[in-house]
């Protein structure tokens, strides 16, 4: 029953080409769906480019079932994965910076890594921006330690938002996805017409 | 280049058939849970890996290195007339509540759970080992064991001595005049003037600790 014990099974070394296999194959679909190009990726923000959220949101809901579909199967410990636990109020904080660091800089974490592998100059000094960021947090991170622990709710997940079956909550979000994607559809033809 | 069969709608259908397909199946209950991870840990109930002798519970109610946890899965009649000193009232429809801080401990934290024989904590850990897998242990022959051992003889308090504990039915056989709870003197006996009883030890922690300290 998944999720397996990697270096246990493979060996360390084993594991780590697991890895590296698995990353090479994350990085590959990042790029061939053009998640390297800042440009691409903010055009998503004026409903100019739709791959951003059909790619991400179809990952969130294919992952989501296969997640609750072996779950149900008998195949995967749902327990044994690391779900973050919620933190509403830096949550919220985090969530709007890196909107908008994602919006003026053009690149997510992931992204911009991806970007940095084609040698581009923008996604290297947003990587440059992003550890120093990082460095900065960790070094101020005390300071502001009482906001940094608030709004604990433990493990929160939508099913205990929403007091509903987990298979009701992933039907729920499956059919958002769906109707989200019709709906920038919809939003890129009013704005910028029909494409053809 | 040859363009792409458009796959957007037969896409979306496949994601709501398997979508509708998990609502209608649902996600499996504790016990089914259990079902599906009974090979890997069923074997340490049958070979008795984690039933731990009421000796070993008292000594590690007196090590100052273990983080011991107490869980006593009983209804509440039971718990006023007598329990372990430090142990928390955790009936097994409030294991769930338990999972965040279960998954929070420190690795030289160590679980025990306790019911009137080992029916019912036994039934506890299965569901312990679902929701968190933590160091969990049971007490071998629940308080009904303990109470034989450490209990105050019958010549003291009357009908209060050892009583038998062939065919576990759940119950509490000892009785006592009063529900005293946690103020009863074999809720913490003093290990030193309790009889030295031969056990295997079977406690293992996640990881070593260190049993001595400061410097040198």
């Known amino acids: 029953m998944a999720p397996y014990d990697m270096t246990a099974t493979f060996g360390t070394s084993g594991s780590y080409f697991i890895y590296l296999a698995i990353g090479f194959a994350f990085g590959f679909i990042l790029e061939s769906s053009g998640f390297g190009d800042s440009r691409r990726l903010t055009a998503q923000f004026y409903f100019r480019e739709l791959r951003v959220v059909k790619v991400m949101f179809t990952a969130i809901v294919v992952a989501m079932l296969l997640i609750f579909w072996s779950t149900a199967l008998g195949l995967l410990d749902y327990n044994e994965i690391w779900v973050n636990p919620t933190y509403l109020w830096p949550g919220i904080a985090g969530g709007i910076i890196m909107g908008i660091g994602f919006i003026l800089g053009g690149y997510c974490p992931g992204t911009s890594l991806v970007s940095v592998a084609t040698l581009k100059i923008d996604g290297m000094f947003f990587l440059l921006g992003l550890v120093a960021g990082v460095v900065l947090f960790g070094e101020t991170v005390g300071y502001i330690n009482a906001f940094w622990n608030s709004g604990d709710m433990g493990l929160f997940t939508l099913p205990e938002l929403l007091q509903l079956e987990t298979g009701v909550v992933v039907f729920l979000v499956v059919c958002l996805a769906l109707v989200m994607f019709i709906g920038f559809e919809w939003l890129h033809d009013f704005i910028y017409g029909k494409r053809r | ?216």
């Open chain 2, 1 to 216: 280049m040859k363009r792409l069969p458009d796959l957007r709608v037969p896409g979306a259908a496949a994601l709501l058939l398997a979508a509708a397909g998990l609502a209608w199946h649902g996600q499996p209950a504790v016990e089914q849970q259990w079902e599906f991870l009974a090979p890997r840990y069923e074997s340490r109930l049958i070979e008795r890996q984690v039933y731990i002798d009421p000796a070993e519970l008292l000594y590690l109610m007196n090590d100052d290195y273990i983080d011991l946890l107490i869980f006593d899965v009983r209804d509440e009649s039971d718990w006023n007339q007598f329990h372990l000193a430090d142990a928390e009232r955790v009936p097994l429809d409030q294991l769930p509540s338990q999972r965040d801080r279960l998954r929070a401990l420190p690795e030289n934290a160590v679980l025990v759970v306790v019911s009137n024989d080992e029916m019912l904590a036994t039934e506890a850990w299965k569901r312990l080992m679902v929701l968190a897998k933590p160091n969990v242990y049971i007490l071998e022959g629940g308080l009904n064991l303990w109470l034989n051992i450490y209990g105050v003889p019958a010549e003291e308090v009357a009908g209060h001595g050892r009583t038998s504990l062939a065919q576990p039915n759940g119950r509490l056989r000892h009785r006592f005049k009063m529900a005293l709870g946690a103020r009863h003197a074999a809720a913490r006996p003093d290990e030193h003037l309790t009889p030295q009883r031969d056990y295997t030890p079977k406690v293992q922690l996640f990881k070593k600790v260190a049993r001595a300290g400061g410097c040198g």
